[in-house]
């Protein structure tokens, strides 16, 4: 590059800083990023809590997406100041480059609503990436507050460049891929704040192991395709890093409890009232001004009684739905993958709902609801290249076998379908296992 962006962008160079916590002691900051982290679509962050009904397994998990994307933001600081050493990758890039990445990190998270995460395969409700493209490009405005016009008279940047580092890899050319790499790849700045705040709040002292400023001062770029590595020294700092998102899935994101309550909040959106969701930029703009509470209460009032239901177990008094059916991959592969199938689901659904009317209990279809893994989150368990002190690139797995290992343990972890149930019923799920042979000669 022309200039060494290092020293002609201020943010490098900034004294002031925002205290954040675990893992950093603060975000250095300058005056005209502060214009950005203070405006209205970045502030109403505060409001969304990065593990939504999390917190109901784990209490103390109530930390936000805007203290989420602060520490993000200042990962990327660091990732660059570690790869901006070698040539091959400085060498590609002008300043713009680097204040695209840098805001693409502190703004990856924009278009979150409410359980976002949990929501937005639904067709009611809109995916949070689109939004967050609509806010950087002005073409959604909050409050009065257009976030593209405020980027460019601070940066003089345009949103374009921002937004498409947040999009498909797959349109950018191979310098822009590479740049990706650092907020979206299997070792980005993203995870590596994520992991450690969720672990810290949810007090799950295994997945902070991994030390961050080790792992980061050991990413290398690779010299034969658009990735980031980690260099041979930083193997064990690597495979804690991947031992720490295991655990997390594992303890947290896939916990059976948390995704009882997710579970129960998707079924509720089942049951919403005719004209409840008229979808368009007035419905994206009104998803945009909830906060986690009051858009439950929202929903509350705009489903069914059977919706009403599940939300108040899930989010008033916390009566998680039990387990009463699972089905793990890599014991019953077979019916796992007819199962994937809605039609093959129903069939299962009336048997449970028969049997237990011979027990003397009656069901209705919303005390019995399915979580089924997507496909795409729990197919394949994403790994990276490892450099050798010789230069020489290898699939870290081929180095680890702890990395080797862990890939089957995550697909055993999380490829599960689960049938939750009502849990007043709990007594009569006690029976339930000696009645399994005759549910599986069904299914066969």
């Given amino acids: 590059m022309a200039a060494d ?42 409001r969304i809590r990065q593990l939504s009904l999390a917190d109901r397994v784990y209490p103390s998990a109530t930390h936000t997406r805007f203290a989420h994307a602060l520490g993000v933001y200042g990962n990327i600081l660091a990732y660059l100041r570690q790869l ?14 680097y204040l695209a990445i840098m805001l693409a990190g502190l703004l990856h998270d924009l278009g979150h609503y409410p359980c976002s995460h949990q929501l937005d395969h639904l067709d009611e409700f809109p995916e949070h990436e689109l939004l967050t493209v609509g806010l950087l490009k002005g073409d ?21 460049r921002i937004a498409a580092l947040l999009g498909p890899a797959a349109e950018l ?36 192991g991994f030390d961050r400023e080790r792992f980061i001062t050991n990413l290398v770029p690779s010299y034969e395709r658009p ?26 994101y896939w916990s059976h409890t948390v995704r009882s309550f997710i579970t129960m909040l998707s079924s509720a959106c089942r049951y919403f009232q005719p004209g409840s969701i008229e979808p368009g ?18 929903l509350h009032e705009r489903v069914s009684a059977p919706g009403r ?85 290898r699939p870290i797995h081929q180095e680890s076998p702890v990395i080797e290992a862990l890939g089957p343990a995550f697909q055993q972890g999380v490829r599960k379908i689960r049938l939750f149930c009502h849990p007043r019923l709990s007594e009569l799920l006690e029976a339930y296992p000696q009645e399994r042979p005759h549910l599986q000669e069904f299914l066969t």
């Fill in 84 to 97: 901006h050493r070698f040539p091959e990758f400085a060498d590609q890039y002008d300043e713009k480059d």
């Fill in 140 to 160: 959604l405005v909050l409050k009065g507050e257009n976030l593209a016009e405020l980027i460019w008279s601070e940066f003089q940047l345009e949103p374009d």
């Fill in 173 to 208: 050319e191979p310098r822009l891929k590479l740049l990706k790499q650092i907020i979206d790849s299997p070792l980005d700045a993203d995870k590596c704040d994520y992991l450690i705040r969720d672990s810290f709040f949810c007090g799950i002292e295994q997945s902070s």
């Fill in 281 to 298: 930029e007035a419905w994206n703009r009104q998803l945009l001004g909830y906060n986690d509470h009051n858009f439950m209460e929202w």
């Fill in 5 to 46: 962006a290092l020293t002609t962008i201020p943010e490098f160079s900034a004294t002031g800083g925002i205290r954040l916590a675990p893992g950093q002691s603060s975000i250095p900051v300058t005056k005209r990023l502060l214009k950005v982290i203070d405006s209205y679509p970045v502030q109403r962050l505060r």
């Fill in 309 to 393: 239901e599940l939300i108040e177990m899930a989010y008033l008094r916390r009566r998680p739905y039990k387990r009463v059916y699972t089905v793990a991959f890599n014991h019953e592969p077979r019916t796992y993958d007819r199962l994937q199938q809605k039609k093959r689901r129903r069939p299962v659904t009336d048997w449970f709902i028969q049997w237990a009317a011979r027990k003397g209990v009656t069901l209705e279809d919303h005390h019995l609801i399915w979580d089924v893994p997507p496909i795409y989150k729990t197919s394949s368990w994403e790994t990276f290249p490892i450099k050798l002190a010789n230069g020489i690139e």
């Fill in 227 to 252: 990735v980031l590595c980690v260099h041979e020294k930083g193997l064990v700092s690597a495979e804690r890093f991947q031992l720490s998102r295991y655990w997390m899935y594992r303890s947290v």
